[in-house]
């Protein structure tokens, strides 16, 4: 006779867990993200990024910029986002939690990255002695390094 | 006839403890992490300053419910308590811009009728800027969703512990200046 409880409750416990909602959206923010950017002239000259001075190069310097997440949430019993806890109270509780622990009752919070950007463009110029200034822009979109290495025209 | 009592006594408890902890505690999750980009470390003498407080919820609360005043008065606080808040004695400065992703007020009866319902959710992702320049990020999250009138005022309380949750792990990055002897 109680050879199959075992296997009952473990079926009880698979079952517990698959109780969860669909995820839903819940709208979207946009979060500061980074991108290394790394300059090395030829010759080395000043580096201007949006109009700012940053240095000489060859120069390292973190890009910043924004990038849209979105949100999802659910609903899950303890036994997906706590289940120390809902073996816990059920122990407790003498398995007498068991049949409610199916409830899902927590909130579980999902952030997916898009591929939606903002303030992601930097004009990047390069100047230096006897040399045409050297300019182009970069578009960040998610990268964890980019590299330039422009090669300056001498001046007639 | 004995064994039916020692039963029936087996079952009053569970029933019993399974009431108490329902009533008694506070159930939800707790989840925080900071993450500090390229390898950076603060200064031994570094204060957190608490910067901009935004509400990226999408939602509009009571004129009472403040959430904005209400994370930056908990940051304030828990950043003082444990000797991090930025004053002008501090020679480096880390400033603490906050994004409020999601809270619900939730509503301690309806947790208490059925768990789940009515729960309170406070979500959060901050920013931590040295001159200007993004050095960490801070993501933190506190529900209650189960409990009775031990949660009562949770919507409130919800944003000291959430804060106390962040200052903590800007303690754990952030060493501590040991009084001079």
């Not at chain 1, 698959?18 to 709208?27: L, Q, R, S």
């Not at chain 2, 003082?80 to 002008?88: I, P, R, V």
Request: with cysteine; proline share 5%; net charge neutral.
């Amino acid at each position: 006779m109680f050879g199959t409880v075992p296997y009952c409750v473990f079926a009880l416990l698979f079952s517990l867990a698959g109780c969860t909602t669909e995820w839903a959206a819940e709208g979207s923010y946009y979060r500061a993200t980074q991108t290394l950017l790394d300059v090395q002239s030829t010759p080395p000259g000043k580096i201007s990024i949006n109009g700012s001075h940053k240095g000489e190069s060859p120069l390292s310097i973190p890009l910043e910029y924004e990038r849209e997440v979105q949100r999802k949430t659910r609903k899950v019993s303890y036994w997906i986002s706590q289940p120390g806890l809902a073996l816990g109270i059920t122990l407790l509780s003498l398995g007498i939690y068991l049949p409610f622990s199916a409830i899902p009752v927590d909130v579980e919070l999902r952030q997916e990255p898009q591929s939606n950007y903002r303030l992601n463009r930097f004009v990047v110029q390069v100047q230096a002695d006897g040399h045409q200034p050297w300019e182009d822009t970069v578009v960040c979109t998610g990268q964890d390094r980019l590299a330039l290495n422009p090669v300056l025209a001498r001046r007639e | 006839m004995i064994s039916t009592i020692k039963t029936k006594r087996v079952v009053g408890a569970g029933v019993l403890s399974c009431m108490v902890l329902f009533l008694l505690s506070a159930c939800g999750t707790v989840e925080h992490k900071v993450n500090l980009l390229n390898n950076f470390t603060p200064d031994q003498a570094t204060g957190v300053e608490v910067g901009k407080v935004t509400n990226e919820t999408g939602k509009t609360f009571d004129p009472e419910v403040n959430v904005e005043d209400m994370l930056r008065r908990a940051l304030t606080e828990k950043l003082t308590a444990e000797g991090l808040l930025w004053s002008n004695a501090t020679p480096k400065k880390l400033v603490l811009d906050s994004k409020i992703l999601d809270y619900d007020q939730g509503d301690a009866f309806k947790r208490w009728l059925l768990p789940g319902w009515g729960a309170t959710v406070l979500t959060i992702q901050s920013d931590l800027r040295q001159d200007g320049q993004v050095v960490g990020t801070v993501d933190a999250k506190r529900t209650v969703s189960a409990g009775g009138a031990y949660t009562i005022g949770a919507w409130k309380t919800v944003f000291d512990n959430l804060a106390g949750d962040v200052v903590e792990d800007l303690r754990s990055k952030i060493p501590k200046v040991e009084p001079k002897q």
